[in-house]
């Protein structure tokens, strides 16, 4: 391997729209498409269409500012730039740190959740579930080592997979599709309507996590936006596709709605059926891996030349010129929370509620400066006002999690006054 060097020429200019459009839908795109289209359908009926219509037209405005802003600033610090630049040294450090904090512990998530997914059909036991996801981590570090061009191409394959199986597992179950399933259409009221768009809301989330790869898009001011809008448009449609097709084939109900789409890919193609969602399922969970591991590497170096994390954190790789010290902190931690998951020591359930928290409060502080850098572009405004009071009106519903991004904060806080008074001293 070539020697690292702390930055000093930056970091390449290699994501064209193709592959920006697919960090973006690999970054929002999760294993919630294989999940939430049975749940939803079971607690609001055939109305949940609506639900899922209702909220891709409610995150536009929250993926359109963060591409607007990416647009104007991009930075390898994504999400905490555009807070540093409306706010602050403090306020961008806290939500940079927020964004890093989350990574460590959801990417692990999503690497076990894609070796369960295999397990169940391999019969495997914890050992190999979790020996299966070291290796996933271990490809996408490798992958983020080699450079963003690699990991983009690998990303767009991954993509076009992705988006091949579930279209196929649409049409495949186009002959099994009736009108009958449609009626009663709200079965359960309209108040259900609601509660399951409140449900789907974390299908739509992952908009944050391109921003910090911004600095290495080619042409931002013109394809950050473009992006946006072309994966936010594709994943609606997916989406929607696969929950209509769930509701007109009726595949959910007692038992089965977490498996529904697995149930309405049965349908016609049978036991292979089991094999095509298993293997969506790893594809998924690699391509938001991919993203989020890219995605905080970047953080850790943006955070680095700010001089709020350990100077080696802000390593390149001379010949590659890729962030290599947030890249071995993300592997550090990797092996770190895989060890405790193994160990049995916290729940995976229980776990996966830090990132959730973090990741939402790194969007409220996007939000909060999009109203700041944006006012002077009245579609960015309006986008930045309407994400700011969609996510703070549900920030409370997260429960005892919602004190995590607190608590970074506060410590953060702590920490940054006692540097300045030693540095004062």
Known sequence: MEKATVQTAGLAKTLRLPQIVALYIGAVIGSGVLLLPGLAAEKAGPASILAWLVMSILVLPMALTMGLLS????????????????????????????FLLSVPIGAPILSVTGA???AVLLDWGDTQIYAAAALLLTAVVIMNVLGMHVAARVQTIVVTLILSILILAVVAALPHASVTHFTPFVPNGWLSVVQAAGLLFWCFIGWEAVTHLSEEFV???????RGVLWSAGIVAFLYFSVAFMTVATHSYGAGIS?????????????????????????FICIATANAYVGAASRIAYSLAQEKIAPRWFGLLHAKYRTPIGGLLFLSLCFVAVLTVLYAGLID?????????????????????AGIRLLRQHPLGRLASWTSLLFTVGLYPFLGWSALYPLVVAVLLLLWQNRMKNRMNA
């Open 258 to 282: 977490a498996a529904a789409l697995s149930v309405m890919v049965q349908l016609s193609l049978g036991p292979v059926g089991g094999w095509i969602v298993a293997v969506t399922a790893l």
């Open 71 to 98: 647009a104007r600033y991009p930075s390898a610090g994504g999400v905490s730039t555009f807070v540093r630049t409306a706010y602050g040294d403090r306020a961008g450090n806290i939500v940079g740190w927020f």
């Open 116 to 118: 369960n997914y295999l």
């Open 219 to 225: 042409d931002p001011a013109k394809n950050a936006v």
């Open 348 to 368: 995976l359930a229980q776990l996966i509620e830090l990132p959730n928290a973090t990741f939402f409060a790194t969007y409220i502080g996007g939000c909060l």
